[in-house]
């Protein structure tokens, strides 16, 4: 997420100014059990940008609302599954927040907008309970009609949620142009992957996660992707590099644990392309 001067950033009731261009990053650390780790302060974090240390200046912890995409396979290998899943995409629903926004993208044949952007989870359960499972499977096209999608949200903070059992075989668009469109997203992708999708890289280089699932555990799945999307830092840092070159530039994050607990572990995009000075 790239802020540029004059914005107001939001996190729960309290807001700050931006008076200065900001580079904004989700970060999510996990202990040593995978257990979201929640407490920690800004002096526990470290930033770099292409090697270079930054500074922090902005720093959340607090739970903030979401503009967040559900991507849902509705093709014909999902036939004996498709109940379960929709029963755990409601519970997902079910976990946020009155300020959260959401939006349904159902796939087979081809990828179809099937609600927009609502804050109103009956209108998106209820395009859920209807639509059978038949067809091919268009999991590259749905991403991407995704991420076209969410760039109509509201909420800085931006995700992808996709539910899938199979591998791609029907897209226009290929994995490449999948990953490209990925790498210049300011998104977090979770994928919930009941057969073969194969999506974990992809979900990684934007800081989410990929987790495979079968039937009886999707709610729990969903719930903890949720829990994971509330539970996470914000961090805005004025980045020492000021050429307006639209290159992209990595990130690191890096934490050091408070004394007495173990190792942890940090999910943070990979890097973000830098705005881009129009001649």
Known sequence: MFLAAGVVVAAAQKSLKIDVDLVMVNVTVTDDANRFVSDLKPDNFQLFEDKVEQKIRYFSNEVAPVSLGIIFDVSH????????ARQAATKFLETGTPDDEYFLVEFSNRAKLAEGFTTDINRLRDRL???????????????????????????????????TDGEDNHSRYSRGDI?????????????????RALLGDLAEMTG???YHASIDDLEDTCEKIAFEIKSQYVIGYESTNTSKDGKYRKIRVRVTPPPG???????????????KTLD
Do not use: C, W
Not at 137 to 162: F, H, I, S, V
Not at 179 to 195: K, P
């Open 77 to 84: 290998s999902m036939e004996k599954k498709i109940e379960f």
């Open 129 to 163: 309970a209807f639509k059978p499972a038949a067809g091919s499977t268009a999991l590259y096209d749905a991403m991407y009609l995704g991420l076209a999608e969410l760039k109509r949200g509201q909420n800085p903070k931006k995700a992808l949620l996709l539910i």
């Open 179 to 195: 990953r490209e469109s990925v790498r210049e997203a300011d998104a977090q992708i979770y994928v919930i992957d009941m057969g």
């Open 208 to 210: 989410g996660h990929s």
């Open 261 to 275: 607990m173990n190792k942890v572990g940090v999910r943070t995009r990979e890097g973000y392309y830098a705005p």
